[in-house]
């Protein structure tokens, strides 16, 4: 194979010269030495597209002048693999399908499109602006099967009915089918001028997955409103609904909230599986040091255990573990919940409604009444909350909680605010953990690399691996296969800082009320969790 920068040389698209730099760039940094010549700006992408149809003896999309506009759903494969990937079919034949493709070297995405379709894939290469021009047209295909029109003094029977249209109910039914095949926690309908994006979050990033067109934004608005049981003719206040689905035999119970912007209502739509949860702390992946203090906090037989961090963090479902720890014959357990995410067997969970002020503070009242041993408070929001929790404690129950703060110490910083008194601190609370999830490697494409000095300069990796001799140093790069849809994640994984309320960070927060740093108590902080586990391969720094 004759060498691109050969190539583009000799057809006078650059100098030598300036390929002996991109040269030395790609040996400091990586990369391909077309796209660095194009990114420095010595070529241009037109140049670049000429060298590697000679260099890879493929045609060019620019040679065919019409394509057939071929649907993502006649060929059997995901739009969101095409968009993601930039290869957009444009021809078919009955053994062969010809698709444009940004990125010819893409070599094992198109092995996995020949896999899906059972055909040969012939590949020809194609700009930007080609590749941008057939996913528009693809886009567009999606939705020219129906259009609407909403106009007259019926308009909410008008919403109503369009949103039983069939095409409406097959696009939110297959965005939500979807969504639970790619194991999103969230989805956003996010309306603009123009259209309406659907976004997923998955492993707490958003992706983009559709783009719906400005006519079926009403519909789609409208149908989401009558699943979720809100007011369909109310446009201007922020609602919040619930949503029962099966797919794939999976129930799925969903949250849903609107609120109106600019360009119309905007839906955001949390997802919580219906199915019973049996978490072990070894599930989670805590390191045994961390599995062992926890423990040792949970064996008291009471005081008040609190986990922060932010929405999303994974705080639920460590509390969730600690329960099935502590769940047995002979303990009565008692959740307050909002809401109750996860059935947990042999355990009574309540759910809040503050509509009808049923609220943390007003649940709490009743179930101490009820003669639990062990009581969950999905969060402590408010001064009265935190009273009952701590009176609770003093009184020989064990309590669990969560609490919004960004450190372990924040914690007492936060309940010193709400008014609690430090001395009804020192008696309650027993243990204060501060978590975060971060994306783990996809086991099936990591690739181990060596980290360079500058990287031990930075993170001051010498001292942390003195401190930590044991770990199975083995740090890895995210790289991206089918299994992980390319991004080089799957799943995620916690990083904790967890410690007693020893009389140690009792004494310290006597003398001064703002401590935000385990590590002079000689605790792992968040960071160094979290630089441990990429040391050995589990994430990326």
């Known amino acids: 194979m004759t060498l691109i920068g050969h190539l583009l040389t000799q057809a006078n698209a650059c100098t030598a010269a300036e390929i002996e730099q991109a040269l030395t760039l790609q040996k400091d ?14 070529i241009t992408e037109t140049q670049l597209i000429e060298a590697l149809a000679q260099q890879l003896s493929i045609g060019k999309f620019s040679d065919y002048k019409s ?20 290869i957009f ?20 995405e198109l092995a996995f499109l020949e896999r899906q379709i059972g055909k040969k894939v012939l590949p020809y290469i194609a700009t930007s602006e080609e590749i941008r021009t057939l996913q528009s047209q693809y886009e567009e295909t999606i939705y020219t099967d129906t259009a609407f029109d909403i106009a007259g003094e019926d308009e909410v029977d008008k ?38 994006s659907v976004r997923f979050r998955i492993d707490g990033m958003l992706r983009v997955i559709e783009n719906i067109p400005q006519p079926f934004k009403l519909p789609v608005v409208a149908r989401l409103k009558l699943l979720s049981k809100m007011d369909i003719a109310e446009n201007r206040l922020p609602q919040d609904g619930r949503i029962s689905i099966k797919t794939g035999g999976q129930e799925i119970d969903i949250r849903a909230s609107s609120v109106p912007t600019g360009f119309g209502e905007s839906f955001v739509l949390r997802l919580l599986g219906k199915q ?38 994974g705080k639920t479902t460590t509390l969730y573990a600690l329960l099935n ?34 609220t943390f503070a007003n649940a709490l009242r009743s179930i101490l009444r009820q003669d639990p041993d062990i009581i969950m408070i999905g969060e402590i929001r408010d001064a009265e909350t935190a009273q009952i929790a701590i009176q609770s404690s003093l009184t020989g129950h064990m309590v669990l909680s969560t609490l919004h703060t960004n450190s372990a110490l924040g914690s007492i910083t936060r309940l010193l605010d709400m008014g609690m008194e430090f001395f009804l601190l020192k008696s309650s609370i027993i243990g204060l953990m501060a978590q975060r999830l971060v994306r783990r490697l996809c086991p099936h494409c990591k690739e181990s690399y060596t980290l360079s000095p500058e990287y031990y300069a930075a993170w001051d990796l010498h001292s942390l691996l003195a401190k930590y001799p044991d770990i199975n140093l083995n740090p890895c790069r995210n790289v991206g296969c089918k299994e992980c849809n390319f991004t080089g994640f799957t799943g995620r994984i916690p990083i904790a800082e967890i410690a007693p309320f020893t009389l140690e960070i009792q004494q310290a927060f006597e003398k001064e009320s703002n401590l935000d740093s385990l590590s002079r108590f000689g605790y792992r902080t968040l960071l160094e969790d979290g630089l441990l586990k990429a040391l050995e391969g589990h994430t990326t720094i």
Do not use: C, W
């Not at 940094?29 to 010595?42: D, P, V, W």
């Not at 599930?283 to 009471?302: Q, V």
């Open 159 to 196: 919403l109503k009915e369009l949103a039983s249209e069939a095409p409406v109910i097959k696009l939110v039914n297959h965005l939500f089918s979807k969504a639970v095949s790619m194991r999103a926690s969230d989805i956003h309908f996010e309306a603009f001028k123009t259209s309406m």
């Open 29 to 42: 940094y990586g990369g391909r030495i077309g796209s660095i010549l194009l990114n420095t700006g010595a």
């Open 276 to 313: 019973n949860v049996s978490y072990s702390l070894e599930y989670l992946e805590f390191y045994p040091d961390h599995l062992k203090t926890l423990r040792d906090i949970i064996s008291k037989p009471n005081g008040i255990f609190l986990t922060t961090g932010p929405t999303g963090s």
């Open 67 to 86: 394509s057939e506009n071929i649907k993502p759903s006649e060929i059997g494969i995901s739009l969101v693999f095409l968009t993601e990937n930039k």
């Open 89 to 108: 079919p444009f021809s078919e034949e009955s053994s062969t399908l010809s698709v444009a493709i940004a990125d010819p070297l893409k070599v094992e």
């Open 325 to 358: 720890e502590l769940n047995e014959e002979r303990t009565k357990i008692i959740t307050v919940e909002d809401p109750v995410e996860y059935e947990l067997s042999g355990i009574s969970q309540i759910q809040v409604k503050s509509e009808i002020d049923f």
